[in-house]
């Protein structure tokens, strides 16, 4: 009923004949719908106002080139600050340190986390012929234990054998030992998910960081839950410190305003997205892809 983003713009700065630049009335209109759309697509507010900003910033007075039309230009520039505001291409996971490796894999439960652990293992030990062992942490709950045992097996990826009765910081420091003396490059941990976020989680996850002194916390966030899920990354990076976010069911009919709001509010590269419930769908974050879909 509305169209796209893209449709608006063009529809609202349609009656301007070509001037040489665009004026304040006209960005100001064209900026209510970029408004609107943000906030359909669930962006947080204070996002929303820096980047209708950074847009009329240069917005206002640009020149409109002579081959294309003013709605052109100003979705142009909608494009281009949505890129600028998602980050880079191709910010993946790092290995520069000395193997084993340590990852951390933080987040609320049901986020997707396991399954995110296991799909980057496996995406490790397939392309970058890295030697992986993963290990639950998960002390509460041994179906998640058993959860990553039997991904590790679909995915032919070393999990750490479960011990009944440690706590998650004895487990993480077990399988940093196991994963060095096993000549494994890369160990990923598995942390405990909780349904809310609360003090003994983030405690906990605080406390196997100190032990095993990540090269990566990686958080990993579902888009389809908006701007909870940017709390969550605000909680976790204040408390943890993270290095990156995973955004999990980008297959979801999300319009990437997830995606947008935690890369504005944390700072963080999203490194890496989830497609679905497969171990094989993880996909390189693409900026200028989750633009194409705000802008329709
Ligand atoms: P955890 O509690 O955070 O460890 O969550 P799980 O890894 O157990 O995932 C919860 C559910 O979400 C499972 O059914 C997964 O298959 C599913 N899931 C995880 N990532 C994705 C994704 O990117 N897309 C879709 N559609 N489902 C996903």
Known sequence: MFGTLSDRLSGILSGLTRRGSLTEDDVNAALREVRKALLEADVALEVVRTFTEKVR??????????????????????????????????????????PPVPILMVGLQGSGKTTSTAKIAKRLTERNKKRVLMASLDTRRPAAMEQL???????????????????????????VEAAR????DVVMLDTAGRVTLDDTLMAEVAEVKAATNPHEVLLVADALTGQDAVNTARAFDARVGLTGIV?????????????????????KPIKLVGTGEKTDALEDFHPSRVANRILG
Not at 77 to 82: E, F, G, H, S
Not at 150 to 172: E, F, N
Not at 248 to 253: E, N
Not at 257 to 263: C, D, F, K, Q, Y
């Open 57 to 98: 910033e240069r917005a206002v007075g640009a020149e409109v080139l002579k081959s294309i039309t003013p709605g052109q230009q100003v979705i142009k520039i909608v494009n281009d600050v949505l890129i600028d505001t998602l980050g880079g291409e191709g910010e993946g996971i790092t290995f520069d340190a000395v």
């Open 247 to 267: 955004l999990t069911r980008m297959d979801g009919d999300g319009r990437g305003g997830a995606a947008l709001s935690m890369r504005a509010v944390t700072g």
């Open 149 to 175: 045992a039997i991904l590790g097996q679909q995915v032919g990826v070393a999990t750490l054998p479960i011990v009944a009765g440690q706590s998650a910081v004895q487990i993480a420091r077990r399988a």
């Open 181 to 184: 003396l096993g000549g494994f």
